[in-house]
Structure formats: C-alpha cells, structure tokens
T-cell receptor, first 115, second 112 residues
Framework: EPEVTQTPSHQVTQMGQEVILRCVPI?????FYWYRQILGQKVEFLVS????????KSEIFDDQFSVERPDGSNFTLKIRSTKLEDSAMYFC?????????????FGPGTRLTVT | QQQVKQSPQSLIVQKGGISIINCAYE??????FPWYQQFPGKGPALLIA?????SEKKEGRFTISFNKSAKQFSLHIMDSQPGDSATYFC???????????FGTGTRLKVLA
C-alpha cells in the first residue's frame, strides 16, 4: 500500500540553525501539507500546497518557514532559524484530487529537537 | 469558531465494550469530519470520515454518528480490543481549504 515517507525520523539542531525536513508524498497525490504536534498536544495545521504554490498557511507559518517541491517526488519544509519552541513532531500529509481530495494521509513524522 | 472540542481526554474500556469519543464544533462551514488513530511514535492514520449529509457511517467496528443541528459528532468503537489502544483525534475541514482543525485527542486504553 502506498504511504507517505519522511526523513529524517529525528533531527537535533541548535537554536538559530536552519533545518530541512523532507517528505515523499504518495505518488499520484496532488495536495501536500505540513502539520506539527508539540509533545502531548493536538496536531496543528501549518501549510497546504497545491500546483507548486501555497494554498493556505496558519499563523504559525511565519517568515521563518518555507516549503518547496524541488522535484517530482519530494516536498520539503525549511525552518530558517530554529527556536526552542519549534521543537515538535512534524508530519507531512498528502491527498488525492477529486472525490478523495479531503482524505489526507500522514507520514510517520520527523521529531525535531531544538537545543 | 475554528476550534473542535473533543472529550473525554482519556478513556478506559474493558475488552469487548463500546468506546465512545465525542467532538463538537462551532463553525457551520465545516463539511468534512474525519477521525484519525495514532499509535505512539507513528503518524495519524485515517480511520473513518463523514460528511454532514448523512447521520451515520459505519465501517467494520467503527461508526461515526453525526448530529448536524447540535454540531456534534462521535466515534463509536464496538467490541473494543486491546489493539485499539491508541490516541484518537477528530478533525474538521471546510470545502476548498483542506485545512484540518484537529481536536485535542482522546487516549483510549482497552483492558484485556
């Protein structure tokens, strides 16, 4: 069964450093998302991406964040200058088009620890 | 208005029992309501979803009940099994945005 994959599974970085989280969405999906989950809290929407541009972003997704689809398979989230409060699990998700466009499939996540 | 309130925060059920998790929302523009199951260290997995034009949807042991007038929906897990022990999240979404608003999660433990 096709699945969303994410790398790395765990990233430790120092405050102020740039990190890039990588995702490979399900191959025929057209919509891509990033969510984050701070330990013990609910999953929060960050950004959605379709047709090579951001569709929607939350207030969390400020100028320190950016997303890119550098090729036909990868989808990345970059945090330019990490802060302690960026420590969280980051989930990538993707969805198909048409009747299944609302069914989002999540990857296993990248645990980001900022020290 | 964008919140989805979920209860209870945690739930303990005996094997074979019925687990019931409730969610409520305010935004009447929401028109897609999925439930996700999350095991420790894993990503949320889509379990079942419903749209407001039906009052109930059943898939195997999992049933969503939807009350449009009360702006509430719930997940029922029939014949709960220890393997169902996980955190369950409800979510809501509006047509055209694809932005999920998640509930706060319910940690379910099914005792053997």
């Amino acid at each position: 069964e096709p699945e969303v994959t994410q790398t790395p599974s765990h990233q430790v970085t120092q405050m102020g450093q740039e990190v890039i989280l990588r995702c490979v969405p399900i191959s025929n999906h057209l919509y891509f998302y990033w969510y984050r989950q701070i330990l013990g809290q609910k999953v929060e929407f960050l950004v959605s991406f379709y047709n090579n541009e951001i569709s929607e972003k939350s207030e969390i997704f400020d100028d320190q964040f950016s997303v890119e689809r550098p090729d036909g398979s990868n989808f990345t989230l970059k945090i330019r200058s990490t802060k302690l409060e960026d420590s969280a699990m980051y989930f990538c998700a993707s969805s198909d088009s048409g009747a299944h466009s609302y069914e989002q499939y999540f990857g296993p996540g990248t645990r980001l620890t900022v020290t | 208005q964008q919140q989805v309130k979920q209860s209870p925060q945690s739930l303990i059920v005996q094997k074979g029992g019925i687990s019931i998790i409730n969610c409520a929302y305010e935004n009447t523009a929401f028109d897609y309501f999925p439930w996700y199951q999350q095991f420790p260290g894993k990503g949320p997995a889509l379990l079942i979803a419903i749209r407001p034009d039906v009052s109930e949807k059943k898939e195997g042991r999992f049933t969503i009940s939807f009350n449009k007038s009360a702006k509430q929906f719930s997940l029922h897990i029939m014949d709960s099994q220890p393997g169902d022990s996980a955190t369950y999240f409800c979510a809501a979404c509006t047509s055209g945005t694809y932005k999920y608003i998640f509930g706060t999660g319910t940690r379910l433990k099914v005792l053997a």
